[in-house]
């Protein structure tokens, strides 16, 4: 896993751009894989902010709560459309409102098939370790389903459902759907973040720590700030690793 110690959550956010702009040089027809919550808004507002044609892109959320009224503003898709230029891209979300939930998350997983697969995921992290909705205990093999909802991700997210009944289960990519990405960036930021950050990079692989199983993947990166990487043990080797790499790019 390649620890990327990041200036601030700023820094992170244009270093992750980066990446998918290099991407969509090579590939102008990507398939991402994109996140939601808070740490992604300053990714989609650096994604806003450079002139890259999505025209020829698809891209898969993670997830979607399930049960919520359409175009509740606390939904995934109504988040797509706030922050990431939805029409110009094909933008696909699990269906939470669909009828059959089984059937929509193995047609979930059929869409990412026909698509080819996904080039580049980009995750966030939960404070309990989630990736997606995958919460702690989670399958590492898991593929679309519905899942319910943790007690500590309720409560993070309480605040997008004032005034209804917030939602207790979503459909979501499994970690095996996640790990079959070609490629994998994570981003991290702030001291909520700073376990799940350690136990992902330095625990062991564990159903307890979801993103621990990105040990898993061939080539993961994780783009934190210092706030989140403040519990990691290995900082000293991260930095000097780091400044290895950047040389050998600027060679
Ligand atoms: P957050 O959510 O960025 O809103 O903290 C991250 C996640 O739960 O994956």
Do not use: W
Not at 55 to 60: D, E
Not at 158 to 175: K, N
Not at 201 to 214: D, I, M, V, Y
Request: overall charge negative; glycine content about 8%; some cysteine.
């Amino acid at each position: 896993m390649e620890i990327v110690l990041c200036r601030d959550v700023l820094d992170a956010a244009s270093r992750c751009a980066d990446i998918v702009e290099e991407l969509l040089q090579e590939k102008p027809d990507a398939v991402l894989g994109l996140p939601t919550g808070t740490t992604p808004l300053p990714f989609y507002e650096e994604l806003r902010s450079r002139s890259l044609s999505f025209a020829r892109v698809r891209s898969f959320n993670l997830d979607e709560y399930i049960g919520l009224p359409e175009g509740h503003p606390g939904s995934y898709t109504a988040y797509m459309a706030r922050n990431f230029d939805v029409n110009a891209c094909s933008v696909c979300l699990p269906d939470g409102r669909a009828e059959d939930l089984e059937k929509a998350a193995s047609a979930y997983e059929a869409l990412i098939q026909e698509a080819g697969g996904i080039d580049l995921q980009i995750l966030g992290i939960g404070r309990n370790g989630h990736i997606g909705f995958n919460e702690p205990g989670s399958s590492l093999k898991s593929r679309t389903r519905v899942k319910t909802l943790s007690e500590p991700t309720l409560k993070a997210n309480a605040s997008d459902f004032e005034g209804i009944e917030p939602p207790t289960m979503a459909l979501t990519m499994g970690i095996g759907t996640i790990l079959e990405a070609r490629r994998i960036v994570l981003l991290a930021a702030g001291a909520s973040k700073a376990i799940a950050v350690r136990d992902m990079a330095e625990g062991p692989l564990s159903a307890n720590c979801p993103a621990s199983a990105l040990q898993m993947h061939e080539k993961p990166v994780v783009f934190v700030d210092p706030e989140a990487a403040s519990q990691l043990a290995n900082t000293e080797y991260y930095q000097r690793s780091q400044a290895l790499q950047e040389k050998l790019k600027n060679a």
